[in-house]
């Protein structure tokens, strides 16, 4: 018997009218390379001088392959006539580039360009402004002259695309073609584009709603799709309860074995450890039926009160494990954020609350409920597990992680939708070491920041954003600057 489609919400079986059957893979990039020299200067220079370019275009499309290992770059060859350019231009339309990183190899009059790029112009360009070495040769000839010619065919083209009003966010990059600091330049754009691109395919579902008063953490599904990209799926709090209600024996008591073995559980019963194990195994399975990549709970009150515990545990293990990206109170805007940094960095960030400030130390104390990866415990051994501290009407203690986390560079960030649309905060930082964990029950961190501690805060908050924050380890800024910038919106960065 063939199998009746109903919806998402009321289906019995796997296959749903109104959610894809697959999830979408990530996405292997098209890096265009358009190469440009100039017809006219080989017959002046026959012996040496197309060769000369064609081995200095070589070298850049080795180093881009080099450095970009996850993703394809396409070649279509020297272009150096007009046939040339419109041959080049219809291979990259059909291989269907993504992105395109434009190279003149010698001065060349701006129509050969715009004859290739006409082919594929709904895709951003990195104009790479290059030449053979980064010294002035004082003993030069006039044929080197030439061959170190584009900076004026990438001025004349940059100035026709204003006139134009093409590419008004011309991504350039300069250096010689053997400096790898420009190539890791075009990097860092490329990976920041491939991680907007993510986001168009990506499904955060929403159990619950926003906490109730936060209304900084209100959205608008519309708007997110239109100009941030992720679909939100609003997922019934039955949902969950129904895969709590189905998680196995042999499912819970294996998390309840492994929670056991590799924490220092304190103050716990055999019940609270069973069913935060239990609420692991209920919010693993609401993610994988639904096809979720990521997903935020509202736990407080309702949720706590039909499970008896907390997301904590579940929180932390998928935090670690790095296929899914979960948080809590409805955070949407603070989820996308940390999917971004997920996705730049490969780690799922922390997830806290801006906390005291210290003028000594120019830092703030970050703290947030209890779930994050513990790899960013100053030390993994000095973890805790004790109960949760804030209790939502659950029976028991409830699951919650104690520990501070490790020193090192860290990028700060969040989003949010204002009266002139959506902004995103983007904060460099430098976690403290602290020897001993914060003895609080929570998850905390002490964060120095660049700017004087006062002056800041009066910022932020004047600015106003959200009362969480996303902490991600790593010098994050540049990549959340071009994202912020694919997406259109405002930043902020300190």
């Known amino acids: 018997m063939t199998e009746i489609i109903e919806s998402f919400e009321t289906a019995k079986g796997h296959i749903f009218g109104d959610l894809l059957t697959t999830k979408a893979a990530d996405k292997q990039l098209k890096i265009g390379l358009i190469t440009l020299g100039f017809f006219e200067y080989w017959r002046m220079f026959p012996n040496t001088l197309k060769a000369n370019v064609t081995a200095d275009m070589t070298c850049i499309y080795d ?3 080099q450095v970009l290992k996850e993703d394809e770059v396409i070649w279509p060859g020297m272009i150096d006539t007009l046939d ?39 895709v951003p360009v990195i104009l790479f402004n290059t030449q053979h070495t980064n010294k002035i040769n004082l003993g030069t000839n006039y044929e080197n002259i030439l061959r170190n010619s584009a900076l004026i065919a990438n001025l004349q083209l940059a100035a026709t695309f ?20 420009a190539y890791k330049e075009m990097t860092t754009y490329i990976r920041a584009y491939k991680a907007y691109l993510s986001l168009k395919s990506t499904n955060i579902g929403v159990i619950g709603h926003v906490f109730r008063g936060m209304y900084d953490f209100e959205y608008d599904k519309t708007m ?19 895969q709590f209600g189905k998680a196995t024996d042999v499912e819970i008591e294996d998390i309840v074995a492994q929670t056991k073995n590799r924490f220092n559980i304190v103050g716990l019963s055999e019940d609270d450890i069973y069913k935060s194990s239990k609420f692991y195994v209920a919010l693993k399975n609401t993610l994988e039926r639904f096809r979720l990549d990521a997903l935020t709970l509202l736990g407080q009150h309702y949720v706590e009160q039909k499970t008896g515990t907390t997301s904590y545990l579940a929180n932390t293990l998928m935090h670690e494990e790095g296929k899914y990206v979960v948080n809590t109170e ?3 805007h603070g989820l996308i954020m940390m999917t971004i940094m997920n996705r730049l960095s490969g780690q799922v960030p922390a997830y806290a609350e801006w906390g005291e400030y210290d003028e000594e130390l120019n830092a703030l104390l970050m703290v947030h409920h209890g779930y994050a990866n513990t790899e960013y415990a100053t030390d993994r051994s000095t973890v805790k597990v004790n109960r949760s501290p804030e209790q939502w009407g659950l ?9 501070t986390l490790k020193p090192g560079e860290v990028t700060i960030s969040h989003l949010i939708i204002d009266a002139e649309g959506y902004k995103m905060l983007i904060v460099k930082g430098q976690v403290l070491h602290i020897p001993e964990n914060i003895p609080c029950e929570e998850i905390t961190a002490i964060v120095q920041l660049g700017t004087p501690i006062k002056q800041f805060l009066a910022a932020l908050i004047k ?15 540049e990549e959340l600057s071009h994202v912020a910038d694919f997406m259109n919106i405002r930043k902020v960065i300190y």
């Open 63 to 65: 180093h881009l392959r």
């Open 84 to 122: 040339a350019a419109e041959a080049a231009g219809q291979e990259l339309a059909n291989q269907r580039v993504d992105l395109i990183v434009y190279v003149a190899g010698t001065y060349c009059p701006d129509y050969m360009a715009i004859q290739a790029l006409e082919h594929v112009r709904h």
């Open 330 to 332: 409805g955070d949407v």
């Open 463 to 477: 600015e106003g954003f959200a009362h969480h924050c996303i902490i991600g380890y790593g010098d994050l800024t």
């Open 162 to 181: 204003r006139k134009m009003g093409w590419y008004p966010d011309l991504k350039v990059v300069v250096g010689s073609i053997q400096d790898m600091s």
């Open 224 to 242: 997110i799709k239109g100009t941030l990209g992720p679909n939100i799926i609003s997922i019934q709090v039955d949902h969950l309860l129904e």
């Open 395 to 403: 029976q028991g203690a409830g699951f919650g992680f104690e520990y």
